[in-house]
């Protein structure tokens, strides 16, 4: 009799140690899964339809809020001004990058320990830039509202993404292109 409490006891503590062991999320980096968007139906790709669709597009991230506008601002305690190429989007936790419209996955590379998507979309390219994780790669056809990738926030990651739109080679104002109030302000 003890002894087969004793092998319980042994089986529940191995039980235990493993699922400790396992990788447990916290608030500071919270693990989450994002997959590749699966087309059961598809529809006419129509990236070059996008120059028709200015100002009504989806928000590229969700659970987003916008923390830093397109172009010039003062860099606060000092008098230099920075130049932000796009938009600067933040998460509380986790959010999923999603292609604004229909393109082609040009290019997909690590920089600074994160990643950089950029889809062709015609004349227009868009870039989702400090993405944690990746879902696509080069060559791939992306729909609007595919998921591209995802970010997080962690220790390492402050769970901002940088969102830029460029038109024949010029970086231009996101927000233009967006549906109004598609992302909210940091403050509201």
Known sequence: MKLKLLSWFVVLLGAVSTASAQKQPTLLSATFHIKKTEHIEKRAFQPEAITASKGVLEAPLTNAVLVSNFGYYDIPGTKLKGNNPGITLAVPVWGEAKSVFDGVVKSVYKMDGNYVVIVKHNDILSVYAHL???VVKE????????????????????GTMEFMMLENSKNVDPLAWLKTNAVPLQNQ
């Open 132 to 134: 944690t994780k990746v």
């Open 139 to 158: 060559g791939e056809q992306v729909y609007t509202g595919d998921t591209i990738g995802g970010i997080e926030t962690s220790l390492t990651h402050n």
